[in-house]
C-alpha cells in the first residue's frame, strides 16, 4: 500500500511539472508572438486584426514602444486594465508554483514569499491600472537568484533570467516619467533573454522528476 502511495504521489508530481513546464512554454509563445507581431505588423496593426493586437499588447511591448518613440504611443497606454497581462499574471502564478515545489529545498522562505507575488500583483493591478506587473520582474529576479543556488537548474539558465528580469525591472522603473531610446534597448535586451529564459526553465520543469 505504501509503495501505491508512493507512486501515485510521484506520478502526480510529474505531471505537476508538466503542467507549470507547459505554463513556461506557453509564456514564451505569447511574448513571442508580442515580438514578432510588432515586427510583422508594425505598432498599430489593422484594425481587423484584433486578435493580434490583443495578443501584441503586453505591457513589455507597449514599454518599448513608448521609449522607442514609434507609434506614437502616449503614457497613458500603460495605465489601463489590459485581459492579456492579467492573463499573463495567472500564468506566472502557476510558473512560480512550480519553481516553489522545485526550489523550496534551496530557500523555502525566499520560494514562499516569490510564489504570493504574482496574486499580489494581480489584486494591485485591478486596483491601480499600473501597479503589479512589474511584481513579476522582481520575482524573476529572485527565483534566478534561488537558481543560482541550485543544482536543478543550469548557472546559464538562472543567468539570463537574472540579467533578463533585472534590465526588464530597470527599464520599467525609468519608463515612468519619460521615454529614452537607451531604455527601449534595454528592454530590448531584457525581453530577449526572457524568451531564452522561459523556454529553459519549461523544457526542465517538464523533465523534472
Known sequence: ?????????????KLFFKICGGVALLLEALFLIGI???????PQPSPLDSS??????????KLFERNSGIGGIQSSALYIINPLDIVILILFGIL??????ALS??????????TSFPLLGIILFLATASVGRSNLLIGGIIY????????????????MGLVGSTLLFIADLTSAGFFSVIVAIIISIGYILWLLWLPLIGWKLIHLN
Not at 36 to 42: P, Y
Not at 52 to 60: E, S
Not at 144 to 159: E, Y
Request: glycine content about 4%; aromatic content about 8%; charged content about 15%.
Open 1 to 13: 500500500m505504501n509503495e501505491t502511495n508512493l507512486q501515485t504521489k510521484d506520478s502526480s508530481r
Open 144 to 159: 534566478s537568484c534561488i537558481m543560482l543556488r541550485s543544482n536543478i537548474f543550469s548557472k546559464a539558465t538562472a543567468s
Open 96 to 101: 512560480f508554483l512550480g519553481l516553489y515545489v
Open 52 to 61: 493580434i493586437t490583443l495578443l501584441q499588447n503586453n505591457w513589455l511591448i
Open 105 to 114: 529545498h534551496t530557500s523555502k522562505i525566499w520560494s514562499a514569499i516569490v
Open 36 to 42: 514578432i507581431s510588432l515586427i510583422v505588423e508594425g
